[in-house]
């Protein structure tokens, strides 16, 4: 199935370079493929290939070249320095796509040396937006147990898409980690992983995660840091006016395949809301210029609320999920009337959707079918 970003890339790609940042296997080569049908001289060179690689520093390719994509580029030392010199001295014809499974935005602040010189694409797992927009069928159960990601969501058999899943962990457990960082043990990691998507949902404490697992709570930072830099997992911080308080606080970690969660529905439930509004947040800030960021509410009592969309730091909506409890949540009414956000409930079991005192009870399906993409 065609990716619902191609159109954008391709009009980006006229402009200036074009980075496509996103998780191992979710799609980003075949994109980048279907991007390579709409030129006539293309060339593709991944970094971990020996031979592509030799061609990259040597920039040996075709003079009637049109597009070059360059696939996990990242791992090139100064590779930054590199794409500067190639974007300044290219022959106006040549386009060019970076390709990445790690987070270009953050390796090395990307924007320092390259600014005004690319527009990053986030490529995040199929969401229910994207399959409504591209007119494919949804079953939200199924997307729950097999998560977002083409090849699981795709295949004809459930034991496919576990046997394609514990593949993938163990491609990033065994190999992408060590490239990020030189780790002290492999075990603790693997154990960390496990415990983590046993916890979606909940705010998360260093320290006890460290008592759990026998190691130091700033090891269990950076090693958490380390899954976040390769699209495994991503924190949602509560809302704070202040910044810097608010990632101090303990956040909450959700993973990009909610085919990895171990919980019940409500669970799975809620990492796909939590994947669904990031990609909505990565949409307004690559496509729109606008500053939105994804949160969650909690008072020093303990009073939460799942999520908050914020513009410019400022809440724009807050959002808790329910799988069927149909009663609005004390938390959700009590913040709404409080400081007057806008405020939906959403349910996955709901017969009929309805709005009480300004707050909208919503089917999840429909809620999520409206987002950005």
């Not at 022959?91 to 953050?106: C, M, N, Q, Y």
């Not at 202040?242 to 956040?251: D, G, H, Q, V, Y």
């Amino acid at each position: 199935m065609q990716r619902i970003q191609l159109n954008q890339i391709l009009k980006d790609l006229t402009k200036k370079m074009v980075f496509l940042a996103g998780p191992r296997q979710v799609g980003k080569t075949f994109i980048a493929k279907e991007v390579a049908r709409h030129y006539k001289h293309s060339l593709y060179l991944n970094y971990d290939d020996l031979a592509d690689r030799k061609l990259i520093e040597s920039q040996a390719w075709l003079a009637n070249a049109d597009l070059l994509i360059l696939d996990e580029l990242h791992k090139m030392r100064g590779w930054k320095n590199y794409l500067k010199g190639l974007y300044d001295t290219k022959p106006e014809k040549l386009h060019i796509l970076v390709t990445g499974s790690a987070r270009l935005d953050i390796l090395g602040k990307v924007g320092d040396s390259l600014a005004g010189r690319f527009f990053l694409h986030h490529l995040l797992p199929l969401s229910v937006a994207e399959l409504t927009q591209t007119q494919q069928p949804i079953d939200l159960d199924h997307l729950l147990t097999r998560g977002g990601f083409p090849e699981p969501y795709l295949a004809a058999e459930t034991v496919d898409a576990e046997r394609w899943r514990l593949q993938y962990c163990d491609a990033i457990l065994t190999g992408d980690v060590f490239e990020i960082e030189n780790l002290q043990s492999i075990q603790a990691l693997r154990l960390l992983f496990e415990l983590l998507r046993t916890k979606v949902g909940s705010s998360i404490s260093y320290q006890s995660l460290a008592e759990d697992i026998g190691i130091s709570p700033a090891t269990v930072k950076k090693y958490i840091n380390v899954l976040e830099v390769l699209y495994v997992v991503f924190r949602v911080t509560p809302f704070s006016k202040n910044i810097a308080r608010s990632l101090l606080k303990e956040p909450k970690i959700y993973f990009f395949d909610t085919g990895l969660i171990k919980g019940d529905v409500g669970a799975q439930l809620e990492n796909l809301v939590a994947v669904s509004l990031l990609k909505h947040v990565y949409a307004k800030i690559d496509y729109a210029a606008e500053r939105y960021s994804l949160h969650y509410l909690k008072t020093k009592e303990g009073v939460e609320v799942d999520f908050a969309l914020a513009k410019e730091n400022k809440i724009e909506q807050i959002i808790e999920v329910k799988h069927n409890d149909t009663d609005i949540s004390k938390a959700l009414y009590n913040f709404h009337k409080k400081y007057h956000f806008h405020a939906v409930q959403i349910v996955k079991e709901l017969r009929h959707e309805r709005q009480v005192d300004q707050i909208k009870v919503l089917k999840a399906e429909s809620f999520l079918a409206q987002l950005a993409l």
